[in-house]
């Protein structure tokens, strides 16, 4: 279970499964939680820099691995 929270507005987040994607053609990284797009950048080259703007907007209150 990851839970997110927008720092901007407050707005919470859950699910099980977070994607980092990055478009190398137009330079644009996005991040899906559950395969619903929670966050969209430009100017992204590499995961390290989408990793980085994301936690600039969002904070993960809780990630717990689930095993099974």
């Known amino acids: 279970m990851i839970e997110i929270v927008n720092d901007i507005d407050g707005v919470q987040f859950a699910g099980n499964d977070i994607e980092y994607f990055i478009d ?30 994301f936690r600039e907007s969002f904070t993960i209150i809780k990630e717990e691995q689930i095993n099974g």
């Open 24 to 53: 190398d053609k137009n330079d644009i990284g996005e991040v899906y939680l559950d395969g619903n797009l929670v966050f969209q950048s430009d100017n992204i080259y590499n995961e390290n820099d989408l990793q980085g703007k």
